[in-house]
Antibody, heavy 124, light 110 residues
Framework: QVQLQESGPGLVKPSETLSLTCTVSGGSVSSSNYYWSWIRQPPGKGLEWIGY???????NYNPSLKSRVTISVDTSKNQFSLKLNSVTAADTAVYYCARGILVITTTSGAFDIWGQGTMVTVSS | QSALTQPASVSGSPGQSITISCTGTSSDVGGYHYVSWYQQHPGKAPKLLIY???NRPSGVSNRFSGSKSGNTASLTISGLQAEDEADYFC??????????FGTGTKVTVL
């Protein structure tokens, strides 16, 4: 079955760039039935949607993070990635990658498969 | 975009039914049939319970059901069990094609 796995540094310094990669196994990031998202969860808090990417390269981001976020895809490696620049302590969170269900052309907001999550701490 | 509003906590005894609300606006919950619900146990990734307001993915117990009226969606858990003790989050599609999550509800089984 399809599995997602996040990877990347667990510690990032303030003002630097957070970079994470999600590897898709058992399925293809190029599937036309799904889209791919990053979601985060600060310790003890709720979920925050960061953004999504469709394999064609189409993206959309949370307005509150839009100026700092880039999500990209590498179809040859079956991976998609997150870059969040100018990080602060407020960006400390568990970061999840997730597969979203497309309903015709609508990004439904239903995420049926999640990675296990990776904790990223922003600290000097 | 503002988070959808959920009660911070809901509790019930084994066998009872409980309902969790998720209130948004006409720009998200009220405007679309794209509300989802997730269950999250401590230290684990969220699990999809309900999509498109009332649909259950394969393998999800029929004790979980969803509905919507106006700008408020609801998740009902019937026949509450100890294993249902977890955090629950709703999410919705929005007019700008983004996704917004709810504030989360902690369910306690008494």
């Amino acid at each position: 079955q399809v599995q997602l796995q996040e990877s990347g540094p667990g510690l990032v310094k303030p003002s630097e760039t957070l970079s994470l990669t999600c590897t898709v196994s058992g399925g293809s990031v190029s599937s036309s039935n799904y889209y791919w998202s990053w979601i985060r969860q600060p310790p003890g808090k709720g979920l925050e949607w960061i953004g999504y990417l469709y394999y064609t390269g189409t993206t959309n981001y949370n307005p509150s993070l839009k100026s700092r976020v880039t999500i990209s895809v590498d179809t040859s490696k079956n991976q998609f990635s997150l870059k969040l620049n100018s990080v602060t302590a407020a960006d400390t969170a568990v970061y999840y990658c997730a597969r979203g269900i497309l309903v015709i052309t609508t990004t439904s907001g239903a995420f049926d498969i999640w990675g296990q999550g990776t904790m990223v701490t922003v600290s000097s | 975009q503002s988070a959808l509003t959920q009660p911070a906590s809901v509790s019930g005894s084994p066998g009872q039914s409980i309902t969790i609300s998720c209130t948004g606006t006409s720009s998200d919950v009220g405007g679309y049939h794209y509300v989802s619900w997730y269950q999250q146990h401590p230290g684990k990734a969220p699990k999809l319970l309900i999509y498109e307001v009332s649909n259950r993915p394969s393998g999800v117990s029929n004790r979980f059901s969803g509905s919507k009226s106006g700008n408020t969606a609801s998740l009902t858990i019937s026949g509450l069990q100890a294993e249902d003790e977890a955090d629950y989050f709703c999410s919705s599609y929005t007019t700008t094609s983004t996704t917004v999550f709810g504030t989360g509800t902690k369910v306690t089984v008494l």
